[in-house]
């Protein structure tokens, strides 16, 4: 498997542009999250989902963040507008059915986000 | 969901054993500790994962004492390639809450010659 795809790698956008960032889960995986690393906050959970359904997103810093799971391979998450301050590294990760895991979080190599 | 406290960062020399402790004083019954390392402009790579006395793989230990509030995560002859950041993780994985499972500051590791 190729394990855990984001895309893009990196991006540069101007304040008050929209970002979307993707992410390919491992095939089969039922859980999906999102995290953001600063070096200020460290690696933060925003999100995950379970089966396409989000189940916590107490992380999502505000209203100009959301995050979307059309179906089992393919996942978003969007800023609008994006901010300075949304600047960091953006990562997704993806967990197989938990009773068969130890709970092993599988990340992708994360998305840099730059806004100007 | 327990609270992990390690240390910032850690130096060692190649060859050396690397020893990272992380207190969890209050860790619950069903909680489990696991370990993460991320190596730079990449995402944490799972190491080890145990619920008490002693978990071994092919990259590391993992010591837990009886009363589990705290463990130790064993590197052994560590080499350049193991500078990284290290995350100590504690929660239950029994529940549908274990995907909020947050990283904390993590333990810089810093290897040389």
């Known amino acids: 498997d190729a394990g855990v795809i984001q895309s893009p790698r990196h991006e540069v956008t101007e304040m008050g542009q929209e970002v979307t960032l993707r992410c390919k889960p491992i095939s089969g995986h039922d859980y999906l999250f999102w995290y953001r690393q600063t070096m200020m906050r460290g690696l933060e959970l925003l999100i995950y989902f379970n089966n396409n359904v989000p189940i916590d997103d107490s992380g999502m810093p505000e209203d100009r963040f959301s995050a979307k799971m059309p179906n089992a391979s393919f996942s978003t998450l969007k800023i609008q507008p994006s901010e300075p301050r949304d600047s960091a590294v953006y990562f997704c990760?993806?967990?197989?059915?938990?009773?068969?895991?130890?709970?092993?979080?599988?990340f992708g190599e994360g998305s840099r986000l730059t806004v100007l | 969901l327990a609270k992990t406290t390690q240390p910032i960062s850690m130096d060692s020399y190649e060859g050396q054993e690397v020893n990272i402790t992380c207190s969890h004083n209050n860790i619950a019954t069903n909680d489990y500790i696991t370990w993460y390392q991320q190596f730079p402009s990449q995402g944490p790579r799972f190491i080890i994962q145990g619920y008490k006395t002693k978990v071994t793989n092919e990259v590391a230990s993992l010591f837990i004492p009886a009363d589990r509030k705290s463990s130790t995560l064993s590197l052994p002859r560590v080499s350049l390639s193991d500078t990284a950041v290290y995350y100590c993780l504690v929660g239950d994985m029994t529940t549908d809450s274990w995907g909020k499972l947050q990283f904390g500051a993590g333990t810089q590791v810093v290897v040389t010659p």
């Open positions: 990760a993806s967990s197989p059915e938990r009773r068969s895991n130890t709970g092993e979080l599988f």
